[in-house]
């Protein structure tokens, strides 16, 4: 009885198991990532133009969203015409430029926009190091983080494969998963992310190559980023 009840949830179940199971706390085979890298711009997308690209991209859409709502036809009644004379004003340029920066620094940060990484990896512990920020990961480990723009982010790290990965997910926010892996042929380091879910940089995904740096590796350098 209730026999045919039991598959979907069942389905439901097992979809949730996997759903929460974390990564890897190893690779599947022996994978190194320690080094210090420096970025080949030849072979990596060119995130600050990307980025710019987008940002563009939002400011005329958010300009036509504006004409729409006052009916298309360029009219303006009197007190938008004292809100945008209000914004010519010196004071007011140098605000919106202040909040220009600001929004563009969460967006590299966001990005992870770095020349070089320094990567630490000793048995499951790995520390990831760039020029916005440091940090520190247990592989096959779940915890909960803040993102960038404040919502807290449900967080997975671990190995898939022979690829380091880092998932945050908020509920109803955006979202990222990070990828580090060796390309074989070559020796290098490649760093993709991807966004999705509510922000403006969803559907954003950028694919970089590293070099590794010969010698020695730098040591830290305790000024650059914040440690999480």
Do not use: C
């Not at 600050?48 to 940002?55: D, I, Q």
């Not at 303006?76 to 015409?81: A, F, K, P, V």
């Not at 320094?118 to 779940?142: L, M, N």
């Not at 997910?169 to 580090?180: L, M, Y």
């Amino acid at each position: 009885m209730f026999l045919w009840l039991r598959a979907p949830v069942l389905l439901l179940f097992v979809l949730a198991v996997v759903e929460a199971a974390a990564y890897d706390a190893l690779p599947s085979r022996a994978v190194d990532l320690s080094g210090h890298w420096v970025l080949n711009h030849a072979q990596s997308d060119n995130v600050e133009r990307m980025l710019s690209e987008r940002l563009a991209r939002e400011r005329e859409r958010w300009r036509r969203q504006m004409e729409r709502w006052h009916g298309g036809d360029g009219v303006l009644s009197q007190l938008d015409r004292d809100s945008l004379d209000a914004q010519t004003t010196r004071a007011a340029r140098e605000r919106a430029q202040r909040r220009r920066e600001r929004e563009l620094a969460l967006y590299r940060r966001m990005l992870n926009i770095s020349p070089t990484l320094r990567i630490e990896q000793d048995g499951r512990r790995i520390e990831i190091a760039s020029a916005v920020e440091t940090r520190r990961f247990e592989a096959g480990s779940r915890s909960q983080v803040s993102m960038p723009e404040g919502q807290l982010a449900d967080l997975r790290a671990g190995w898939n494969g022979e690829s380091f990965v880092i998932e945050r997910k908020t509920r109803n926010g955006p979202s990222v998963v990070e990828r580090f892996r060796l390309l074989r042929k070559t020796g290098q380091l490649e760093y993709q992310m991807t966004w999705r879910g509510q922000t403006e940089l969803a559907g954003m995904k950028v694919r970089r190559i590293f070099d590794r740096r010969e010698g020695a590796v730098a040591p830290r350098e305790p000024s650059v980023g914040p440690v999480r």
